[in-house]
């Protein structure tokens, strides 16, 4: 079965400061990748997900995630955050039909 | 587009008793999920259903958890009877099939704390 790792579970960070995440996996076979977030009192959303093709992948709200297979990764990034990105943001792995969450990263952002 | 819905939104209950959660999935989806998040960590499988059979249990703690879907549309899980541990939400999801190809919908989830 597939798991994934998050780290650094607490992020606190200003207005304008860069973001990155990191996310581990390990499995075996082809997996599928995503990216969701959960903003306070919401359901979990899609933020974005990779299949095949570029590694780099663009989702909404100026995220994107990089693949690199021989590191087993999928981090997401964003050059500059706003204080509405403030959200737990879950990293999900999906092998064999099943979709594994990791822990969760909780991002405050500071105005 | 009417999204997952999942009632009630809130339940406190005491140890040993009972309760049950209902879903309906967006009109049309073929593959209902159930999900149990802990605070702190994230959602984890409970049970998968494509239309309505079972397509993945393994992790459902069946001598207290049981889920029905009984005419392949909305669904419901039950807890009997729920321990401390169980104070968790519950995510119901649906996507229109199987599949990593598939994006998964989720709910706003029933948040259920046992004392």
């Known amino acids: 079965a597939q798991s994934v790792s998050q780290h650094n579970h607490h992020v606190i960070l200003s207005e304008a400061a860069s973001l990155e995440l990191g996310c581990n996996y390990s499995?075996?076979?082809?997996?599928?990748l995503f990216w969701y977030v959960q903003y306070p009192g919401q359901h979990l959303q899609l933020l974005l997900k990779?299949?095949?093709?570029?590694?780099l992948v663009k989702g909404i709200k100026g995220f994107e995630a990089e693949f690199i297979k021989s590191k087993f990764s999928f981090n997401l990034r964003k050059p500059s955050v706003q204080w509405s990105d403030t959200a737990e943001y879950f990293c999900?792995?999906?092998?064999?039909?099943?979709?594994?969450f990791g822990k969760g990263n909780q991002v405050v952002v500071i105005p | 587009e009417a999204g997952v819905a999942q009632s009630p939104r809130y339940k406190i209950i005491e140890k040993r008793q009972s309760v049950a959660f209902w879903c309906n999935p967006i009109?049309?989806?073929?593959?209902l999920y159930w999900y149990q998040q802990i605070l702190g960590q994230g959602p984890k499988l409970l049970i998968q259903?494509?239309?309505?059979?079972?397509?993945?249990d393994s992790q459902l703690p069946k001598d207290r958890f049981s889920a029905e879907r009984l005419k392949g549309v909305d669904s419901t899980l039950k807890i009997q009877p729920a321990k401390l541990e169980d104070s968790a939400v519950y995510l119901c999801?649906?996507?229109?099939?199987?599949?990593?190809?598939?994006?998964?919908?989720f709910g706003e989830g029933s948040w259920l704390t046992v004392v």
């Open positions: 009109s049309g989806h073929a593959t």
């Open positions: 999801a649906s996507s229109l099939a199987a599949g990593a190809g598939n994006t998964i919908y």
């Open positions: 259903f494509q239309n309505n059979g079972v397509v993945d």
């Open positions: 990779y299949f095949s093709g570029d590694p």
């Open positions: 499995y075996g076979g082809t997996v599928n």
């Open positions: 999900a792995v999906s092998g064999n039909n099943r979709l594994a």
